[in-house]
């Protein structure tokens, strides 16, 4: 198991699927995750993962880019789902790791289910203090289409007792801000300047970007 540490703060990750599995404060694990390869894999293969290379759903598992159509691996019915069969989530990455951040990398070869382009991709991990960032990055050779995302799903995990300052601290990873109150609840707000891709009503996006 991976980890960076700071203070009270500890994170753990995994290779697979370059995976935050646990998100320690002064005792608390703050995310749900966590297991072997087979029952990460068993349950929400998503938590925590990075997915790729198109995160959501595709109608058809057809894409169309510079008015030339490509068809993709399906792996929900007619339809790909977070990239196909064997996406970005359910791989073994390799790592790099220093005193604060852990690199992960993923080579995807041009086709790989279905996607124009060989692609380079990574994924930094940085625990700076009490802020635990990730930074997305993807390089391909054709163009191609991408939408990496990082969905971590927060636990129900009560906050330990004299720490309530927690409730007002921002977790930042991906884009999102994870803010937990004193009640349990979350709040979850996602950062752009754009709004949310358009779907159908079989909850898949287009495939012409």
Known sequence: MLELRSGDIAARFTTLGARLVALDFAGADLVMGGGSDAELLAGDWTAGAVMGRIAGRIANSEISIDGVRHRLTPNMGAHQLHGGPDNFAVRHWDVRQTENTLQFTLHSPDGDQGYPGALDVSATYTL???????ALAARSTKPTVITLTHPRFPARTPIPPGNQGLATQYRRLAGHRLLA???GRHLVLAVGDRRALRVHDRGCRPGDP
């Open 128 to 134: 700076d203090g009490n802020t635990l960032s990730l």
């Open 181 to 183: 109150d004193r009640a």
